[in-house]
């Protein structure tokens, strides 16, 4: 069972912030949010991981509320480039090891 | 660097066929990963390599064969597989599974099969 929950779909106009959000409201106190992208017929790319406080890198933000059950990935500038699937994961334990398990994924678009 | 290699980048392969798909990294990474991506669809877990010892079998049918002869090499064997089997396969690797930046996975670009 896919512990996150996005939106299937999301347009975006070039220039303006993308704002991705993801439900995870079964997530444990110790484990991280990760967010990837996949580019058509690409392998996922990492894009930012977090656990409580809010976080920047050079590519997104990504914000997490105070109770950790939602987050939303922020891409500041969206450029054409950025259209892609973006996944919201968390870790789920099985058989004693720790595993992501990818959610169906948001599909941006950004618009010209 | 954070490049993980995969080859080949496509396949086509008959039912009778055995082939296998190969995955390298240098990162010194000792997490390794094998998922299976139909289209449209997520990424689908398959098996997880950790220090070299299978970690994961997400109940996967034996018609594949994971290997992984050392830290920075991993295969998939595949014998008798069915066209419902042809995927993206992706391999990926993390640092270890010790969760954040550690378990951050790094993906390669996947080999692309098709069985008929």
């Known amino acids: 069972d896919a512990k996150t929950t996005q939106p299937t779909s999301m347009d975006c106009a070039e220039g303006r912030a993308a704002n991705l959000p993801c439900n995870h409201s079964?997530?444990?106190?110790?484990?991280?949010v990760y967010w990837y992208r996949q580019i058509h017929s690409q392998g996922p790319q990492y894009i930012i991981h977090?656990?409580?406080n809010n976080e920047t890198n050079e590519m997104a933000s990504l914000i997490i509320t105070e109770d950790r059950k939602s987050s939303t990935l922020i891409l500041p500038h969206a450029t054409l480039r950025d259209t892609a699937v973006y996944y919201c994961?968390?870790?789920?334990?099985?058989?004693?090891?720790?595993?992501?398990?990818f959610g169906t994924g948001t599909r941006l678009k950004v618009l010209a | 660097d954070t490049e993980v290699t995969q080859t080949p980048k496509h396949l086509v392969m008959g039912m009778t066929n055995k082939k296998s798909l190969k995955c390298e990294q240098h990162?010194?990474?000792?997490?390794m990963y094998w998922y299976k991506q139909k289209a449209k669809k997520p990424p689908e877990l398959m098996f997880v390599?950790?220090?070299?010892?299978?970690?994961i079998n997400e109940s996967v049918p034996s018609r594949f064969s994971p290997e992984c002869p050392n830290s920075s090499l991993l295969n998939l064997h595949l014998h008798a597989l069915q066209p419902e089997d042809s995927a993206l396969y992706l391999c990926?690797?993390?640092?270890?599974?010790?969760?954040?930046?550690?378990?951050?996975?790094?993906f390669g670009p996947g080999t692309r099969l098709l069985v008929l």
């Open positions: 994961i968390v870790r789920a334990l099985s058989s004693g090891t720790y595993k992501y398990i």
């Open positions: 977090g656990l409580k």
């Open positions: 390599y950790s220090y070299e010892k299978l970690s």
């Open positions: 079964t997530i444990s106190g110790n484990e991280y």
């Open positions: 990162m010194g990474h000792r997490a």
């Open positions: 990926a690797s993390s640092q270890d599974l010790t969760g954040g930046l550690q378990e951050t996975q790094y």
